[in-house]
């Protein structure tokens, strides 16, 4: 059986008996261990002087690090990654900066990691590329004559063309995606951005069964939303909630009401107006001052960017603000928290929660709104607001859905999840979580991955009769 190679931005923790850092890299994890194989990409440290890739090997996978140089994460990570793609693609235009040497450092560090993952490489190999840092992995191996099939998965949205033709060099991006095999994205709508930029463009076309023609390629480009092991997370949120920070939150609430939250600290998800529309609430309907309270937990993120660093002001502030104006001497309306914990532990908080607030701006594919249904006691479970700009909107028939910019509608949700019968919930929880176990992480996974065999196959087969047929004349 052929390998699978994985490569991404940042590998997970390979510590024997630490767990990965998500969902996502534990569905990544299985699918290595179950076929055999590497996983390829930066360490997260930095080095003075580019070397050959760390080799760590446990059962059959094999992890494969290397370090950036300062002016590599400068220019690739800090710079055109986060400064230019990440704000476009959440349709932040006005936070995007587009600078010509850190898209040269960027393409640099593509091709540098290219040749690095080349010497590793087997002829048989199947190559998955993840996330907006790897965009023109793919053209650099094959530059380097690397025809192994290779997919690749966008993590966060596809802007629509008019928003993407922002990036200067957006059609060299475009056409750097086409030499995948397999462009796979977590909604309908990322996938028809994709397609009408090739189209609108002119610079192919697709056809009804996914395949697009661009660029004197063929690819298949779809829609994968991705899942969880929502059992799984039923099963870590019951074990933890015994554990001593969950306990004490429990005790602290003292039989208020918990609105929980969830978030890394960046501009995409919509915190500060998460905040006012929870100020709105309590403006709306005193009943629940003194009732209720919202946890907010916000790892710090990329705290070297100075863009970050104002977020974090700005949420305190906003925080500080509003238990100012709200507080009582027994109750804090908003408890925000600027650090990470465990995830088996965030499970058990969700699962003591009555509301699970999830009100990104714009976002990818947000797990977190999967994980919160997933950790709820089915007898008495919580509800899920969710923006409709969430990648997982989708998939969540029994959320209430609201437009995070319609501070109203989120207060108004707020207090109908606050209020809402205990049949109602049940009903909505059946509803959200049997399509989670249809579709749950390996379903993703092996449905992406088959794609990617088949059109493998397919080209192989064309490439051979296209052989034959010069032979013939």
């Known amino acids: 059986?052929?390998?699978?190679?994985?490569?991404?931005?940042?590998?997970?923790?390979?510590?024997?008996?630490?767990?990965?850092?998500?969902?996502?890299?534990?569905?990544?994890?299985?699918?290595?261990?179950?076929?055999?194989?590497?996983?390829?990409?930066?360490?997260?440290?930095?080095?003075?002087?580019?070397?050959?890739?760390?080799?760590?090997?446990?059962?059959?996978?094999?992890?494969?690090?290397?370090?950036?140089?300062?002016?590599?994460?400068?220019q690739y990570y800090r710079g055109f990654s986060n400064a230019t793609l990440w704000p476009t693609f959440h349709y932040r235009n006005d936070l995007s900066r587009y600078d010509r040497q850190e898209y040269a450092g960027y393409l640099?560090?593509?091709?540098?990691?290219?040749?690095?993952?080349?010497?590793?490489?087997?002829?048989?190999?199947?190559?998955?590329?993840?996330?907006?840092?790897?965009?023109?992995?793919?053209?650099?191996?094959?530059?380097?004559?690397?025809?192994?099939?290779?997919?690749?998965?966008?993590?966060?949205?596809?802007?629509?063309?008019?928003?993407?033709r922002t990036v200067p060099p957006h059609e060299e991006l475009v056409k750097a995606m086409c030499s995948y095999d397999v462009v796979g994205f977590q909604t309908e709508a990322d996938r028809q951005s994709f397609v009408d930029y090739i189209e609108r463009?002119?610079?192919?076309?697709?056809s009804e069964d996914g395949m697009v023609h661009a660029y004197n390629r063929f690819l298949k480009v779809a829609a994968y939303p991705i899942g969880i092991y929502p059992d799984a997370i039923a099963k870590a949120a019951a074990q933890f909630t015994d554990r001593k920070p969950v306990k004490s939150l429990r005790d602290g609430m003292r039989g208020r009401k918990l609105i929980m939250s969830v978030d890394?600290?960046?501009?995409?998800?919509?915190?500060?107006?998460?905040?006012?529309?929870?100020?709105?609430?309590?403006?709306?309907?005193?009943?629940?001052?003194?009732?209720?309270?919202?946890?907010?937990?916000?790892?710090?993120?990329?705290?070297?960017?100075?863009?970050?660093?104002?977020?974090?002001?700005?949420?305190?502030?906003?925080?500080?603000?509003i238990n100012g104006r709200f507080a009582q001497?027994?109750?804090?309306?908003?408890?925000?928290?600027?650090?990470?914990?465990?995830?088996?532990l965030l499970m058990a908080l969700f699962r003591q929660s009555q509301v699970g607030y999830v009100t990104p701006l714009r976002d990818g594919m947000n797990l977190v709104a999967k994980e919160y249904v997933a950790s709820q006691?089915?007898?008495?479970?919580?509800?899920?607001?969710?923006?409709?700009f969430a990648g997982a909107a989708e998939q969540l028939p029994g959320a209430l859905v609201v437009n995070p910019f319609d501070l109203s509608q989120m207060a108004e949700a707020l207090e109908r999840a606050l209020s809402m019968p205990l049949a109602e919930r049940q009903a909505r929880h059946s509803d959200m979580m049997a399509p989670m176990r249809e579709n749950n992480l390996s379903v993703w996974r092996d449905t992406f991955l088959g794609d990617l065999r088949s059109v493998a196959r397919a080209s192989s087969v064309a490439?051979?009769?296209?052989?034959?047929?010069?032979?013939?004349?």
């Open 201 to 206: 463009g002119a610079h192919g076309t697709s």
């Open 329 to 344: 001497l027994d109750w804090t309306p908003i408890q925000y928290l600027n650090r990470k914990y465990d995830r088996n």
């Open 264 to 321: 890394r600290l960046d501009y995409s998800k919509g915190l500060v107006e998460r905040f006012q529309a929870f100020e709105r609430l309590l403006l709306n309907a005193p009943g629940w001052h003194g009732r209720v309270s919202l946890v907010q937990i916000a790892p710090p993120t990329r705290s070297d960017v100075q863009t970050y660093q104002r977020i974090r002001q700005n949420l305190e502030g906003e925080a500080g603000r």
């Open 108 to 164: 640099r560090v593509n091709l540098t990691l290219a040749k690095q993952l080349k010497e590793l490489l087997k002829p048989d190999d199947i190559i998955w590329v993840h996330d907006y840092h790897l965009l023109p992995f793919a053209r650099c191996l094959r530059e380097l004559g690397v025809k192994n099939p290779m997919g690749f998965f966008l993590h966060i949205p596809f802007p629509v063309p008019e928003v993407l």
């Open 463 to 473: 490439e051979k009769v296209v052989k034959v047929a010069d032979v013939t004349i």
């Open 377 to 388: 006691d089915p007898a008495d479970p919580g509800v899920l607001v969710l923006s409709q």
């Open 1 to 74: 059986m052929s390998r699978l190679i994985v490569v991404s931005n940042r590998v997970a923790p390979t510590q024997e008996g630490r767990p990965a850092a998500g969902g996502l890299a534990i569905g990544v994890l299985d699918a290595l261990k179950e076929t055999g194989g590497v996983w390829f990409g930066w360490s997260g440290e930095t080095v003075a002087e580019p070397s050959a890739p760390v080799i760590e090997k446990q059962g059959n996978v094999t992890y494969a690090t290397v370090g950036l140089t300062k002016r590599d994460y400068d």
